[in-house]
């Protein structure tokens, strides 16, 4: 198994361009979210999904949208790139919604500068 | 409201001697907890979990937490530190089914 996995691993951006981070899981997990590490604030959820079809906003969803049209993938898209948005992007997966006590699983981030 | 506080943004040990990073949990009812560890340029690896079972919580590479319920705590330990346990460490809790991260704690050891 690949795990999760991120793509591009870096990225630089121009204010006020698009792009879309590439989320991908070959586990069969139903829970998949996406977070945003900034220096001193740990992890925040960004958005995340219970399943294939249904997705939910997190802590900073700002500026972002998210789809999960099947179970492995959960593309995250930037609509209008911010030097706010300038974070490391992870995506994790799990492999039951509704059970708290499951372990979340990371890609290996992406690492995006917006200009 | 319910949060993840980690006391301490740095931590800097001697090689050999112990590891003790703080980690308090503010909700009413004792929530899932977590330790996860992220080495330079990498993503983030479960170190170990509490779920109720027991309130001592091994984990890999020789970490261990203990959850007290009275303290609201449940603090990482690890008895010999080793050059290889540099790092970031990240405690996180389940509050409505979505992980909350505390800031972060960056674990130095000197030679």
């Known amino acids: 198994n690949a795990g999760v996995t991120q793509t591009p691993k870096f990225q630089v951006l121009k204010t006020g361009q698009s792009m879309t981070l590439q989320c991908a899981q070959d586990?069969?997990?139903?829970?998949m979210s996406w977070y945003r590490q900034d220096p001193g604030m740990g992890l925040r959820l960004i958005h995340y999904?219970?399943?294939?079809?249904?997705?939910d906003q997190g802590e900073v969803p700002n500026g972002y949208n998210v789809s999960r049209s099947t179970t492995e993938d959960f593309p995250l898209r930037l609509l209008s790139a911010a030097p706010s948005q300038t974070s490391v992007y992870f995506c994790?997966?799990?492999?039951?919604?509704?059970?708290?006590?499951?372990?979340?699983?990371f890609g290996p981030g992406t690492r995006l500068t917006v200009l | 409201a319910q949060s993840v506080t980690q006391l301490g943004s740095h931590v800097s040990v001697s090689e050999g001697a112990l590891v003790l990073l703080r980690c308090n949990y503010s909700?009413?009812?004792?929530?899932?907890l977590f330790w996860y560890v992220q080495y330079p340029n990498q993503g983030l690896q479960l170190l170990l979990k509490?779920?109720?079972?027991?309130?001592l919580v091994k984990g890999i590479n020789g970490f261990e937490a203990e959850f007290k319920k009275s303290e609201t705590s449940f603090h990482l330990t690890k008895p010999s530190a080793h050059m290889s346990d540099a790092a970031e460490y990240f405690c996180?809790?389940?509050?409505?089914?979505?992980?909350?991260f505390g800031a972060g704690t960056i674990l130095r050891v000197k030679s």
């Open positions: 994790a997966s799990s492999p039951h919604q509704g059970r708290p006590n499951n372990e979340q699983f």
């Open positions: 586990m069969n997990h139903e829970y």
């Open positions: 999904s219970v399943g294939a079809g249904i997705t």
């Open positions: 909700s009413s009812v004792p929530p899932y």
């Open positions: 509490y779920t109720s079972a027991a309130t």
């Open positions: 996180a809790a389940t509050f409505n089914n979505k992980l909350v």
